[in-house]
Nanobody, 126 residues
Framework: QVQLVEPGGGLVQAGGSLRLSCAAS????????IGWFRQAPGSEREFVAA????????DYADSVKDRFTISRENAKNTVYLQMSSLKPEDTAVYYC???????????????????WGQGTQVTVSS
């Protein structure tokens, strides 16, 4: 079993930056894919970014490409989402998730992920 904890949300002005963390406990990420998703009020959950822990390949939604960076730190068993040039439309609850399948996958569908964090609020003011 993997527990995911996501500190790092908060309030930031448009154009600012924020870094989210996703720390795992219970076991290491090993060969998992780790994804970030977000959900704004009244909207569907949407894919933001993903990274494969072992291989290191990444994927981004078009809406965040060139503004957000996903990375990993092996020693801390933690995945980060560095968010820059934030816009009010980035306001949402952000969730990290882990896909435990063996192989190299970077799914964009939340249904493919097995473990989820509790979510952290990110609010971008205009």
């Amino acid at each position: 079993q993997v527990q995911l904890v996501e500190p790092g949300g908060g309030l930031v002005q448009a154009g600012g930056s924020l870094r989210l963390s996703c720390a795992a406990s219970g076991r290491t990420f090993s060969s998992y894919a780790i994804g970030w998703f977000r959900q704004a009020p009244g909207s569907e959950r949407e894919f933001v970014a993903a990274i494969h822990w072992r291989v290191g390949i990444t994927d981004y939604a078009d809406s965040v490409k060139d503004r957000f960076t996903i990375s990993r730190e092996n020693a801390k068993n933690t995945v980060y989402l560095q968010m820059s040039s934030l816009k009010p439309e980035d306001t949402a609850v952000y969730y990290c998730a882990a896909d435990r399948r063996i192989g190299v996958f970077l799914p964009r569908s939340g249904r493919e992920y097995d473990y989820w964090g509790q979510g952290t609020q990110v609010t971008v003011s205009s």
